[in-house]
């Protein structure tokens, strides 16, 4: 048997242990590229899904939101207290006062007490009558016929949506609103 010289020993061992060094740093490589990608693959899927998920609950809740509030536009028609002053055509002031406060009353209880979010509420018939926790933002010498959503309802009879606006209504912050307007019509049979 003959023997090799050392630095050839050395060579075939050092090529050899170069050779799977090379072959394991690939490997890892590759592993840590593929886990890398995959990770980030899977990442991006989840990320989605809860997004999807997030913006489905959002636009049902908003949904919730809006009914709710149409079902409270709908709430004069089972008080019949304020269906009837609503009917009534008052004589003189101090009925028309007495009307005045059944019908904001109503509307104080109903609308804006229980909800914090409710910043105004009106119901508009022979004078504006109004709840509201900011600023009046009309009353019976402002000229409905102006805004578009009253020329809506008063032509087509069905709820209009007021899309987000904003207004000043302290002067430290403008507040974005939306409203919801509803027509309500009388519950007397018409001979």
Not at 4 to 20: D, Q
Not at 34 to 60: G, H, K, P, W
Not at 132 to 149: C, G, I, V
Not at 172 to 191: A, G
Request: hydrophobic share 40%; proline share 3%.
């Amino acid at each position: 048997m003959s023997q090799m010289p050392v630095s050839k020993k050395t060579s075939i061992k050092f090529r050899i242990t170069l050779t799977v060094a090379l072959i394991i740093l690939a490997s890892i490589c590759a592993v840590s590229l593929l886990s890398y990608m995959q990770y980030t693959r899977d990442f991006n899927r989840q990320a989605a899904m809860r997004n999807q998920q997030i913006i489905e609950q959002v636009s049902l809740n908003v949904q919730a939101y809006l009914d709710d509030l149409y079902r409270l536009t709908q709430s004069p028609y089972y008080n019949r207290t304020v269906m009837d002053a609503l009917e009534q055509r008052p004589s003189d002031t101090a009925a028309q006062l007495q009307k005045s406060r059944t019908i904001e009353s109503f509307l104080e209880e109903m609308m804006i007490m229980p909800r914090n979010d409710i910043m105004r509420v009106y119901i508009i018939s022979d004078h504006v009558y109004a709840s509201y926790r900011t600023q009046n933002a009309f009353d019976d010498k402002t000229d409905l016929s102006r805004f578009d959503w009253y020329q809506t309802v008063q032509n087509t009879g069905e709820t209009v949506f007021v899309p987000v606006h904003t207004e000043d209504i302290d002067q430290d912050e403008d507040f974005k609103i939306f409203s919801i307007v509803t027509p309500l019509w009388s519950l007397r049979q018409n001979d």
